[in-house]
């Protein structure tokens, strides 16, 4: 039994709902409230030490944490579809093309980072979507310079299914397109995103879909 | 034949480094003056078109980026000495230890954030330098709050010989350290720190030691 402790508006806790989708395994999911500061109540440090969403607990062993490492798991426990290339060399694309968005980008996004902008700097809610955006393109300049230049046939990122980098990536796209974004000039990540968008999978994940999501 | 593009401040490449000596590789580093803005140059670019070291150049394919990804391409293809547990639950654990550094807080301390805080929000030295402490500090709290709920028996984070999580949180500690900061607060993660300063292994790999550095 799997619990996935997230949140409609994390973008990690995305990337699992949708790692779980495509692995085809039930879950339940609780929401700890990261704009209210759940996180950091004495009943989540319980589950994750780290203030941080997503966790996901797996019958009686320790919560798993961090999305990524999260994601491995997965792969390594329920290997079937595989959501990265057999060849280490593919395996080592895939999880750059991941850490672009997972480690380089969002977490200058989240909820912290935006409470310490306003507590340091004073940033408003304006300053803090200019910050995010301009992570955000950097981060997608990066994996569409990396994906132009090394592409692998397919429709998805790396062959003819969905994985790893799809996922991550497309969560990076939710909060850009949450934010404004266009995708103008990034053509390999437009190309993707839409199939991404269009499939069900992916689609029931997205932040809008989750219980608590304001109305659009 | 490994070529490590990297820089001596950059704790990224450090994790790169330390990973190449555990398992015995030799390899040449060139620099890229990550503090003169050489990550954005076309020759680099060429390198890894995202603008951040490091990049693990490898026979004749496409160089290797990003940090996380270059460790776990090490650990497929150069397995022993291994660098992760052998156990599903126990190398999910190493890898959100590490993400909680490489990810979590890491990308919020780089050039190219210092860089946005002093144009966005006018930032000077003394304030960058208080949020890359906050930051290092948060997660050096998640890491140990981890370790020391779910301890593993063992000298190092996971066991009996050094791993991808003691590579990663000490990469964190060399920025901590360079910062001023301390380690009362972290108990386990102190041991385990005393532990990499004073094996050959990872000293070799700090920034202090790399060509090009400060005098102390």
Redesign the interface.
Known sequence: MFTLYGHWRSLAAMRVRIALALKGLAYTERSVDILGGAQFAPAY?AIN????VPALVVDD??P???S???L??LE??QPDPPLLPAD??G???V??L???A???????LVP??RA??AS????DEA?IA??SR??ME?ALA??E??I???PVPGDWVHGDAPGMADIVLYSLRAGHEQRGGTLEAYPCLARIFARCAADPRFAAAHPRRQPGAPAA
């Open positions: 440090a030490p780290q203030p941080a062993g320790p798993l944490f961090q990524m490492a999260i491995e798991w390594e426990t280490p060399r395996r080592a694309r999880r750059g991941c850490l672009i997972a480690a380089d980008s969002h977490p200058l912290r980072v310490r902008l340091q700097f004073g940033a300053a200019e910050w301009y992570f950097a990066a994996a310079g990396h132009a230049r090394d």
